[in-house]
């Protein structure tokens, strides 16, 4: 089954506790990309990445980096969380050509 | 600069039509995408226009205008199920770029 998937789907952490968001997908897409979704402000796009080792900002890149050492991986890394990075993450894939993306299933994020 | 308009909210009466609209002003242009998204869950892909007109899908249907720079989203036979938010998306230079979604409630 085509899928976008992400670990955990929910973590509740301490400012400062460096963590990882993993996301892997099984169908052989370039490009990747995280986003953010709070109330009010909609999705906003982390980083994207369009292959291998191929990273670069979207509009809200602060206090996250990523990485893309294989093509279906793409973590999300918070090296010292603060509560403003509670929030519902997604990680989504798509492949060459504009079509569809597909997303994971989410991870709800809170940092005490 | 991108910049994605769509109404906030909207509510509309199950087996109605509704009209859902969005504008947008983007560097460069791949295609737009209309998602759904219900509470707490990830965006369903529901279209994509890439060429000006009309795409019917089931009782969705979805329309670009290019040189406008906007689109719609048309539910017919609204059902209660279709409540959730409708997210506009368009593909410019980078990888999409979404609207904040318009929350439809459906009631009876």
């Known amino acids: 089954e085509a899928q976008v998937t992400q670990n955990p789907r929910y973590l509740i952490t301490v400012t400062g506790k460096k963590l990882t968001v993993t996301c892997s997908q099984n169908?052989?897409?370039?490009?990747m990309s995280w986003y953010r979704q709070d109330p009010g402000l909609g999705l906003r796009q982390i980083y994207y990445s369009m292959n291998v080792e191929v990273t670069d900002k979207g509009d809200v890149p602060e206090g996250y980096k990523v990485s893309r050492k294989e093509k279906r991986n793409f973590p999300l890394i918070l090296e010292s969380p603060s509560p403003n990075q509670t929030s519902l993450y997604f990680c989504?894939?798509?492949?060459?050509?504009?079509?569809?993306?597909?997303f994971g299933p989410g991870t709800r994020l809170t940092v005490l | 600069g991108q910049n994605i308009d769509q109404p906030t909210e909207m509510t509309a009466t199950e087996g109605a039509i509704v009209q859902i609209n969005c504008t947008y002003q983007?560097?460069?242009?791949?295609?737009l995408f209309w998602y759904q998204q219900h509470a707490g869950e990830a965006p369903t892909f529901l279209s994509y226009?890439?060429?000006?007109g009309l795409e019917e899908k089931g009782r969705f249907s979805s329309f670009l205008s290019r040189s406008k720079g906007y689109s719609y989203l048309l539910l017919k036979e609204l059902q209660m199920k279709d409540s959730a938010s409708y997210l506009c998306a368009v593909a410019g230079n980078t990888p999409l770029v979404f609207g904040k979604g318009t929350r439809l409630s459906v009631i009876a």
């Open positions: 983007t560097s460069g242009f791949n295609g």
């Open positions: 989504a894939s798509h492949g060459t050509g504009w079509n569809e993306q597909f």
């Open positions: 226009n890439v060429l000006d």
């Open positions: 169908m052989n897409h370039e490009y």
